[in-house]
């Protein structure tokens, strides 16, 4: 996410109070730059490359190469129109969307209204199973789509709430308002696909070719070269009639890492253009080895602890609790992250609207007395396991807080690595034991609804821990239908006071960008969504 996304990378960026620019400064401003150069970039392996099943940062990178959005954020979090000519309401619950005239895929067939209604619809379909399918609940006729019973075939293939006026108009009828829907409108989940992603473009459902995330064809500045080499590579190249903003390069190439040491080896050899995180173990060094090519930049991330609910061991919340008051943040984000991070005690993040300071309580307060004491009372287990990807600069970090619990509480505890983020996720998703696990979280749109919805709603598209509570679900629900921004955050604060009463998660830090470039690149910025800006950066020589 970015989520909005999951991120597989360390700690996941934000740092809120809206007005924060999104960029970093720029770095080796010295060159000419070079129109056709190609600048790389480290990911981890995507989980998937279809918009609507896209919902980590490193598969939305190489995304925000491939299409474009209707619509971007400002300085400010305030949403522009990119390739919506403009989205409007008069109640916030009925919306039109009337598209630029001159857009194309990369195949050369025409973005119209059919390119947004049936990829939505594909992603909506419950059967399909796509990970960003939740972002379309709020769209007339999504119920009909997704019976409660998984097994059961919905009464409806498409949504009602989608029509079509005309080849460059259709308009979202919601199924209550939400004032917020321009901004959702950025998300990955709502890209176009041309008629070329489908065995059939008039079959009902829509059925998706198998091999078409190998090679999307988008809407965007770039178009994929080849193919998405697994664990290895996406090359993608400049699109010459793309309609919006050009970019100032000719291509990116996201090289794929298992390893987050390996990639920053790759940066310091200069066989790599751009490290998105500096890997905490080189943290102490970064400035010495890169300079002014070091730097950093606000970022939407929150990286946090995630208890297992459909686990008998975790089912009490004082154990929860106590291993929450056993985990000294501040040691953490200081001496692990050589204070690149924040200590987080709250479950949403500061870059928001909203946002409140240690919302988390005495939950999290780092108490070590107390702590054993709950712990012991509770009958906590005598082993815990946290784990995370390897392919993340996480082991050390996770191996710290293992160290603490061992410490503070008088278990044994261990640190566990998934090779891959994807594999985490796979595994979690199927509810393996897997004990404790870290997730981070970078927004997919700047609200309060995009941490508290997807994160621990019960339908959320990244509730990977089961969590459920109806009065927490109600009171999203009655925060998205606020006629007013003002009176949503009232009900989201609401809704973020009963988790840290159930704490399904713990808070752990806020992050930042820590990113690195090589003496290749200049102009290099990353966004609040973790993602290098396509746009500004340039290639030198």
């Keep these: 996410m970015q989520v909005r996304r999951l991120a597989a990378w360390a700690a996941l960026p934000l740092a809120v109070t809206l007005g924060l620019t999104a960029c970093g400064k720029s770095g080796g401003d010295s060159g000419s730059a070079n129109q056709n150069g190609v600048v790389s970039i480290g990911i981890s392996e995507p989980k998937h490359l279809i918009p609507t099943n896209t919902a ?47 857009w194309t895929f990369h195949n050369g067939e025409p973005v119209t209204a059919d390119s947004y209604i049936n990829a939505w619809n594909y992603g909506a379909y419950g059967p399909n199973a796509q990970d960003n399918n939740y972002f379309f609940d709020k769209i007339e006729g999504y119920k009909a789509m997704n019976p409660a ?33 321009k901004s959702l409108l950025g998300y990955t989940a709502f890209y176009p696909l041309p008629k070329a992603a489908w065995e059939s473009d008039t079959a009902a ?73 500096i890997p905490t173990e080189s943290l102490s060094t970064v400035q010495g080895d890169l300079g002014d090519r070091f730097q950093q930049s606000p970022s939407s991330s929150f990286t946090f602890l995630a208890f297992p609910t459909f686990d008998p061991r975790f089912k009490d919340v004082d154990v929860r609790k106590a291993i929450s008051m056993a985990i000294d943040r501040e040691e953490i984000a200081n ?18 609207a909203g946002y409140r300071d240690k919302t988390c309580g005495t939950a999290c307060e780092f108490n070590p007395t107390e702590a054993k004491s709950l712990y012991e009372k509770a009958k906590g287990p005598k082993e815990l396991n946290i784990s995370y990807n390897a392919d993340g600069p996480h082991k050390q970090w996770v191996e ?48 309060m609804e995009n941490y508290l919805g997807p994160l621990y709603s019960t339908n959320g598209s990244s509730n990977y821990y089961g969590y459920s509570n109806p009065e927490f679900d109600s009171l999203v629900k009655a925060g998205t239908e606020a006629p007013t921004t003002d009176e949503a955050i009232k009900k989201y604060q609401e809704a973020e006071d009963i988790l840290a009463k159930d704490l399904p998660v713990l808070p752990l830090r806020f992050g930042q960008n820590v990113f690195g470039h090589s003496t290749k690149v200049k102009n290099v910025a990353i966004d609040l969504f973790t993602r290098v800006d396509l746009n500004k950066i340039e290639s030198v020589g």
């Design 149 to 181: 019973e998984a097994t059961a075939t919905p009464e409806a293939n498409t949504l009602t709430g989608l029509k079509k006026v005309d080849d460059k108009t259709f308009t979202v009828t919601l199924s209550a308002p939400f004032s917020e829907f």
């Design 400 to 447: 710290a807080t293992c160290n603490q619990l061992k410490t503070n509480l008088g278990v044994d505890c261990v640190a566990t690595p998934e090779p891959k983020f994807a594999d985490l996720l796979t595994k979690v998703k199927a509810k393996e034991d897997v004990g404790m696990f870290r997730l981070g979280w970078a927004f997919d749109y700047p609200s």
């Design 56 to 102: 980590e940062t490193g598969g939305s990178q190489v995304l925000s190469a491939l299409f474009a959005p209707l619509v971007d954020f400002d300085e400010a979090n305030k949403p522009f129109e990119v390739a919506a000519q403009e989205i409007t309401t008069t109640d916030n619950k009925t919306w039109t969307v009337k598209l630029k005239d001159g």
């Design 335 to 352: 001496k692990i992250f050589q204070g690149s991070q924040k200590a987080a005690y709250s479950f949403t993040s500061p870059v928001v």
């Design 205 to 277: 459902p829509l059925v998706l070719k198998k091999d078409f995330e190998q090679a999307p064809v988008g809407n965007g500045p770039f178009k994929i070269k080849g193919t998405w080499q697994h664990d290895s590579q996406v090359e993608v190249e400049k699109y010459d009639a793309f309609a919006g903003t050009k970019p100032h390069i000719g291509g990116a190439l996201f090289k794929i890492y298992q390893n987050s040491d390996a990639e920053y080896a790759d940066l310091l050899a200069n066989n790599l253009d751009v490290v998105k995180q």
